[in-house]
C-alpha cells in the first residue's frame, strides 16, 4: 500500500537555527508532495506545493528563501526551516498523491518542530 | 484566496448519537472534496471523498455536497468512542492543490 514516511518525527532546535526534515513516499510514485504546518494557532496551513515537471509553489506568507523545499525524484522531498523562530513551531506534514490513488493524499506522520 | 471554513470546532457527543460536521468552501468550481480524520498523534487519513453533488454513505459515515449552497457535510450514525478525532474536510480546485479547513475537534463520551 501507499506510506509517507517522514523524518525526524521529533526535532528541537535554537531560535535563529535551521533544521531540515524528509518526506518518503513508499509504494507508490508521488506526483506532488504539498508541506503543510499544523499548530494549535493557526491549524491547517499549506506552506507550498510541489509537482512534477513544475516548479514549487508557496502560498501566502511562506517563501522559499524561508523554506526551501527539494524535491528531486517522485519518491522523495525535503524541506528546510532556516532561522526558525517561536511562531515556527508546530507540526510539519508532508502529503504526497500519486500513483493510482488520484486525489486521495497520503500523509506522512509528521515532523514536531519545537523552537527554544 | 480560497478559504475552508468548518464548523464547530468542537463537538462532544454521547455513544450512539448522530454527529453532524459542517463544512463551506469558496470555489464551486471544484472538483474534489473529502473529509480527513486525525486520531491524536497520527497522520490524517481520508475518510469518504466525492465528486459531485449528493450524497454517499459509508457504513455509518455519510457525505452530502452541495455546491450551489458551497456546502459539504459529514454525518456520523451511532457515534462511537473510537470515533474521537479530529476531522478535516478538504477541498481541491485542481488536480493537486488541496486546502483544509481548521478542523473540528470529535469527542465521543462512553
Known amino acids: 500500500g501507499a506510506l509517507v514516511y517522514q523524518y525526524p518525527r521529533r526535532t528541537i532546535c535554537k531560535s535563529g537555527t535551521s533544521m531540515r526534515m524528509e518526506c518518503q513516499a513508499v509504494?507508490?510514485?508521488?506526483?506532488?508532495v504539498a508541506w503543510y504546518r499544523q499548530s494549535p494557532q493557526k491549524t491547517f496551513e499549506l506552506i507550498a506545493l510541489?509537482?512534477?515537471?513544475?516548479?514549487?509553489?508557496?502560498e501566502q506568507n511562506f517563501t522559499q528563501e524561508k523554506f526551501p523545499i527539494s524535491h528531486p525524484n517522485l519518491s522523495f522531498s525535503s524541506m528546510t526551516v532556516l532561522n526558525a523562530y517561536l511562531e515556527d513551531r508546530g507540526l510539519y506534514l508532508c502529503?504526497?498523491?500519486?500513483?493510482?490513488?488520484?486525489?486521495?493524499?497520503?500523509f506522512g506522520p509528521g515532523t514536531r518542530l519545537t523552537v527554544l | 484566496q480560497q478559504k475552508v471554513q468548518q464548523s464547530p470546532e468542537s463537538l462532544i457527543v454521547p455513544e450512539g448519537a448522530m454527529t453532524s460536521l459542517n463544512c463551506t468552501f469558496s470555489?464551486?468550481?471544484?472538483?474534489?472534496f473529502a473529509w480527513y480524520r486525525q486520531h491524536s498523534g497520527k497522520a490524517p487519513k481520508a475518510l469518504m471523498s466525492?465528486?459531485?453533488?449528493g450524497e454517499k454513505e459509508e457504513g455509518r459515515f455519510t457525505i452530502h455536497l452541495n455546491k450551489a449552497s458551497l456546502h459539504f457535510s459529514l454525518h456520523i450514525r451511532d457515534s462511537q468512542p473510537s470515533d474521537s478525532a479530529l476531522y478535516l474536510c478538504?477541498?481541491?480546485?485542481?488536480?493537486?492543490?488541496?486546502?483544509f479547513g481548521k478542523g473540528t475537534h470529535l469527542h465521543v463520551l462512553p
Open positions: 502529503g504526497a498523491r500519486g500513483g493510482t490513488g488520484g486525489y486521495e493524499q497520503y
Open positions: 509504494g507508490f510514485q508521488a506526483t506532488s
Open positions: 470555489d464551486s468550481a471544484s472538483q474534489y
Open positions: 478538504a477541498e481541491d480546485t485542481n488536480a493537486y492543490k488541496v486546502i
Open positions: 466525492i465528486f459531485s453533488n
Open positions: 510541489s509537482t512534477v515537471n513544475s516548479a514549487i509553489k508557496y
